[in-house]
């Protein structure tokens, strides 16, 4: 039995009372004609009229009880709907003697009401409905966590969002932010004549980024298929057969470890754009921040945790290199040797793999003295070629990618680069990502060998970028963790006794 506490069987045999008395405790058809949001707004006059009611209008309202308090032959309680709370009054002169005296007994916190009446501000001087007519819309049966402790247990709160959403209205208000972000990314995009696509979710080879991907099974056809792990692959296609500027906003998948910046779902934008190079798509970039600022109405400067971060000056741009020396106080003399590189690191506490390739070891330095370090927004620019499969060698350093990544409040938030549409040079990567997988890298990248041949067509000059939604939204809205504003995060399963405790 799922509803087996003490408390749920009390509920459920109010229900019963109620069907009873003929009252459906669910039923249906319930309509409302106003928000506590647009009522209160609507009617704040009222608080400095003399006479501080107005019977001449009536609104219908519903929503969940999160406060009741019986006064004899009247009650105050406060209903939330969507938008917020509002005090409502009734008495048993208004609903009925009868009807009055089940609901003190039958109807209680958490169930959600139906209402109509008509404004009027109390004693008190709150504004509030006069209910002239009250009907139970859903008899809640789990009795809500106790007012006073609320609910803060973290893992509780994400395992259960909906009891999440119904106790923290800050919640909620994130996810309307979550949402207005990605509409104004799709908007941004469109103004500037960006199509957008949708392209596979499950991939016949996991390609598109270094990174371990899931595996699924297709029964009708017989074969292995992969959750894709980056749309990447498929938009460039797109961009080969015609449409010049296109973008995804859209899941992926990796099957990796989850911490504060990582969920093994999460959601990116995509974009990619022919005759336009790196350069061309972090001026995009800087101009996408500004415009959400602005669409958002949040200041330039804003706070994160700590840390505040200034948006009101142009990103600063530093190359790979140069970063690892002037941010991570590398020694530059030891760049270029890696038998210097690991005992660097090695005397810094660190096992490395000696065997790793020096665009490996820039790597694993860059994470360990730099990336923390990039509090403002910061490009890090030309990034080693062995760790960008993907990216175009530049013309005059051919060990060095025309790529860039983005770094705001120490983590990356973006990925973009100057399109490889050589694919000879493309088949060679692959052949190499195909060595480093069989010498034991589960994340390098497999051979796609259709790609190449589209790539054969001919790719123009194109430039492409991933940008993280989960991170941009979690950095507007100043969430410390990424499950804060996934509606539903990645979890470990709990065993049947944790879940009888916790019904406890």
Known sequence: ??????????????????????????????????????????????????????????????????????????????????????????????????????????????????????????KTGELSLHVKTLQLATKSITPLPEKFHGLTDKELRYRKRYLDMIMNQDVKETFRLRSKIVSSIRHFFEDRNFLEVETPMMHPIAGGANAKPFVTYHNALGVERFLRIAPELYLKRLV????????????????????????????????????????????LTEELFTYLLEKLNLPKKIEFGDAQIDFSKPFKK???????????????????????????????????????????????????????????????????????????????????????????????????????NDPLDQYERFLKQIEAKNAGDDEACEMDEDYVKALGYGLPPTAGEGLGIDRLVMLLANEQSIRDVILFPAMKPIEKTDIKEEAK
């Open 240 to 283: 080969v057969g015609g449409f010049e500027s296109v973008f995804e906003i859209n899941r992926n998948f990796r099957n990796e470890g989850m911490d504060q910046t990582h969920n093994p779902e999460f959601t990116m934008i995509e974009f990619y754009w022919a005759y336009h190079n790196y350069h061309d798509l972090m001026k």
């Open 1 to 122: 039995m799922i509803f087996e506490n003490q408390y749920e069987q009390q509920r459920i045999q109010k229900s019963n009372d109620l069907r009873d008395l003929g009252a459906n405790p669910y039923t249906h058809n319930i309509q409302k004609d106003t928000s506590t949001q647009e009522f209160l707004a609507k009617y704040s006059y009222l608080k400095e009229e003399e006479n501080r009611r107005d019977e001449s209008k009536t609104h219908k309202l519903a929503g969940r009880i999160k406060f009741l308090r019986h006064m004899g032959k009247a009650a105050f309680a406060k209903i939330e709907d969507e938008k917020g709370l509002l005090q409502i009054y009734f008495s048993r002169d208004e609903i009925g003697t009868d009807w009055f005296k089940n609901i003190k007994k039958l109807v209680e916190v958490g169930d959600i009401i139906s209402v109509s009446g008509f404004p009027f501000v109390t």
């Open 318 to 420: 530093i190359s790979f290199r140069d970063s690892l020396v002037e941010i991570g106080k590398v020694p530059s003399n030891i760049l270029d040797n890696k038998e210097k590189i690991v005992e660097f690191l090695n005397e810094k506490g660190e096992d490395i793999d000696k065997n790793l390739p020096i665009g490996k070891l820039y790597e694993e330095m860059f994470d360990l003295f730099v990336e923390e370090e990039l509090i403002d927004p910061t490009y890090i620019i030309d990034y080693p070629i062995e760790i960008s499969p993907l990216a175009r060698r530049n013309e005059k350093n051919p060990n060095i990618a025309e790529r860039f990544e983005l770094f705001i409040a120490g983590r990356e938030v973006a990925n973009g680069f100057n399109e490889l």
